[in-house]
T-cell receptor, first 115, second 112 residues
Framework: DAEITQSPRHKITETGRQVTLACHQT?????MFWYRQDLGHGLRLIHY???????NKGEVSDGYSVSRSNTEDLPLTLESAASSQTSVYFC??????????????FGPGTRLLVL | AQSVTQLGSHVSVSEGALVLLRCNYS??????LFWYVQYPNQGLQLLLK??????LVKGINGFEAEFKKSETSFHLTKPSAHMSDAAEYFC??????????FGAGTRLTVKP
């Protein structure tokens, strides 16, 4: 069965360190997304990609970067981790439909703690 | 820009009672609307979505939602709550440009 996986599931790091969160999907979806989930805010979009070599900034992109070298993977990098980036991170993917009504399929999440 | 408001961060019902989770949206164009459910330590799963056509949408696990354009609402209902319905529920809206905006979520508790 097609799926979307994230690793690691839990990560503890220190302020100032570079951290990379992995996201891998076997749906063969063109669109991939990274969100962060914080209490009282729901999910907020960090970055997204419509295909290989395409990346776009979302609502809360400062301090984060992504790269898309193949269809399956969209790693999220925190260039210099800050305590404000302690959160649960979700990766999602969707296919491209003409009407734009795509359902997004979510990974299980990565819980990141920055000390 | 579109936005979503979920009324009530926490809703508690008894098993067998009606579930009503409220969602209002603002959008400058006709939106696509979604309800997702999140069980503890899991990602979000699609419950149902409205794109076009029939305004009453049926989803999984007995849930349904009605799109009311005049009220800019997309409330989620289930006639009879089950213990397994306890979870967090998110309403989301998009104009079809992959810029999906989520509400803050409503935690549903089901009492025996």
């Amino acid at each position: 069965d097609a799926e979307i996986t994230q690793s690691p599931r839990h990560k503890i790091t220190e302020t100032g360190r570079q951290v990379t969160l992995a996201c891998h999907q076997t749906w063969n979806h063109n669109n991939m997304f990274w969100y962060r989930q914080d209490l009282g805010h729901g999910l907020r979009l960090i970055h997204y990609s419509y295909g290989v070599q395409d990346t776009n900034k979302g609502e809360v992109s400062d301090g984060y970067s992504v790269s898309r070298s193949n269809t399956e993977d969209l790693p999220l990098t925190l260039e210099s981790a800050a305590s404000s980036q302690t959160s649960v991170y979700f990766c999602a993917s969707s296919e491209s439909l003409a009407g734009g009504e795509e359902t997004q399929y979510f990974g299980p999440g990565t819980r990141l703690l920055v000390l | 820009a579109q936005s979503v408001t979920q009324l009530g961060s926490h809703v508690s019902v008894s098993e067998g009672a009606l579930v009503l989770l409220r969602c209002n949206y603002s959008s400058s164009v006709p939106p696509y609307l979604f309800w997702y459910v999140q069980y503890p330590n899991q990602g979000l799963q699609l419950l149902l979505k409205y794109t076009t056509g029939a305004t009453l949408v049926k989803g999984i696990n007995g849930f349904e939602a009605e799109f009311k354009k005049s009220e800019t609402s997309f409330h989620l209902t289930k006639p009879s709550a089950h213990m397994s319905d306890a979870a967090e529920y998110f309403c989301a809206v998009t104009k079809g440009n992959n810029d999906m905006r989520f509400g803050a979520g409503t935690r549903l508790t089901v009492k025996p």
